[in-house]
């Protein structure tokens, strides 16, 4: 900024203005309180999850409760709020979903998440980019599976499984 601001041809300029009052919000931001470490996880997720909804697109999550989520260890709650933003980013930038819907369970000592949408879908196999290699290298890390059902009519849906402890 300080590069930009002194330079005699661009003080005026109504970009680097811009630029600047870019900058300072992006500087509060790291002065900001941070959210409570107490919130509960389920609600975490659902936050995150939800925050992809929009004018256009329903998100409905079914069974994220609190008793979900008590035995699952720190790592793979950490590594599962990667992994469900992950899918919502890709949904985000690929599906042009109108419904998303998460379905959360757990079936003996394993949690299942269901993850569907009524979007385009992956043609053929799934190409694997930086986001869904680290999705993949994440589950493994918790002992779990991760399954892309590209060959449904429309849009897509995903399996994860993992251990609670």
């Known amino acids: 900024m300080s590069k930009l601001d002194n330079q005699e041809t661009l003080k005026d300029n109504p970009i680097v203005n811009e630029i600047e009052e870019l900058y300072e919000q992006s500087r509060d931001l790291s002065y900001e309180k941070p959210k409570s470490k107490n919130q509960p996880f389920n609600?975490?997720?659902?936050?995150?999850?939800?925050?992809?909804?929009?004018?256009n697109t329903r998100v409905i999550l079914v069974g994220n409760s609190a008793p979900l989520w008590?035995?699952?260890?720190e790592q793979a709650k950490d590594e599962m709020e990667h992994i469900l933003q992950?899918?919502?980013?890709?949904?985000d930038k690929h599906s042009q979903a109108s419904d998303v819907v998460f379905k959360f369970e757990q079936v003996e000592q394993k949690i299942?998440?269901?993850y569907s949408d009524n979007g385009i879908g992956i043609r053929g196999s799934v190409q694997p980019n930086n986001g869904l290699t680290n999705t993949g290298t994440r589950i493994a890390t918790i002992g779990g599976t991760i399954t892309f059902d590209t060959k449904v009519e429309k849009g897509l849906k995903i399996q994860i499984s993992f251990p609670v402890s």
């Open 70 to 73: 008590e035995k699952v260890s």
């Open 43 to 55: 609600e975490k997720i659902s936050e995150t999850l939800k925050s992809f909804a929009s004018e």
């Open 112 to 114: 299942n998440i269901y």
């Open 86 to 91: 992950e899918l919502m980013v890709n949904m």
